[in-house]
C-alpha cells in the first residue's frame, strides 16, 4: 500500500444500519482497510484476552466500553500503516472518541475525507437485527449475545444519546453527508459511492 494516498472514511448511522456490509465492501473497491471496532472487540471476547474479559459484560448489555479503550485501540492499528486508507465501522461513537480520532490523524498527516450517515427508521433497524439474530441461529451459527430486541432497544438509545451528537461535528466540519438506507444492498451502496467526491 506505499505511496498511495491517504484517505479516511467514517461510517456513522445506527446499529443495524447495514455499515458492516457496506463498508467491507467500499473497502474492497477502494483498497481501503476496514476498521470495526465492534469485530475487534468480539474477537477479543471469543479469545478470552484480558480485554476480552473486561468488555464482554459490557458488551452483553449494550452498553460502551471505555474511551480510552477504544482510542488505544484504534491508535495501535494506525501505528503501523505506510499510508492511512482506513474505514472506520462503528468508531467513534462519541465525542471524546471523535476529538481523539481527529489527534491521530493530525499526527499522521491523515485528515478526515468523508462521513456517510446510513439513516434508517427504528423500528426498520430492530426488524432487521432480531432477524440477524434469529438467521444465525436457524444456519447453526453463534448468535451475537446483543441482538436481542430488548438490548438492541438498549443500543438504539445508546446510539441516539451518546452518537447523535457526532451528526453535527462531522457536518460543522464540512465531511457529512445523508445516505438513504433503505432499499437493496446495492442501491444502497451506488448511494454511498454517489456522495463520495
Ligand atoms: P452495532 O453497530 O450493531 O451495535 P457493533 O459491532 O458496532 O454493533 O458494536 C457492538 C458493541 O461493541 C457495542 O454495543 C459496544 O458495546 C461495543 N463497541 C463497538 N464499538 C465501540 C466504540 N467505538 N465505543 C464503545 N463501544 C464500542
Redesign the pocket.
Known amino acids: 500500500m506505499t505511496g498511495q494516498k491517504n484517505n479516511v472514511v467514517i461510517f456513522l448511522g ?3 444500519a447495514g ?2 456490509t457496506q463498508a467491507e465492501r467500499l473497502a474492497q473497491d477502494r483498497e481501503l482497510v476496514k476498521i ?4 475487534i ?2 474477537d477479543h471476547v471469543k479469545r478470552g484476552t484480558e480485554l476480552g474479559q473486561q ?1 464482554k459484560p ?2 452483553d448489555a ?4 471505555p ?1 480510552e479503550i ?1 482510542i488505544a485501540l484504534i491508535r495501535d492499528r494506525l501505528a503501523d500503516m505506510d499510508s492511512v486508507r482506513v474505514i472506520f ?6 465525542t471524546a ?1 471523535a476529538q481523539g480520532l481527529d489527534m491521530l490523524l493530525e499526527e499522521l498527516g491523515a485528515p478526515v475525507n468523508a462521513v456517510p450517515l446510513l439513516e434508517v427508521p427504528d423500528e426498520v433497524l430492530i426488524e432487521r ?1 432480531v432477524e440477524r439474530g434469529r438467521q444465525a441461529a436457524e444456519r447453526g451459527e453463534a448468535v451475537r449475545s ?1 441482538d436481542t430486541e430488548e438490548v438492541a432497544r438498549h ?1 438504539q438509545n ?1 446510539y441516539r444519546e451518546q452518537t447523535q451528537p457526532l451528526i453535527d461535528y462531522y457536518s460543522a466540519r464540512g465531511h457529512l453527508y445523508r445516505v438513504d438506507g433503505v432499499g437493496g444492498m446495492d442501491e444502497v451502496y451506488d448511494r454511498i459511492v454517489a456522495g463520495l467526491k
Open positions: 445506527p446499529p443495524g455499515k458492516g470495526s471496532t465492534g469485530d472487540l468480539r468488555v459490557i458488551l449494550g452498553k460502551l466500553v474511551d477504544l465501522d462503528g468508531f467513534p461513537r462519541t472518541q437485527i446483543d443500543r445508546v
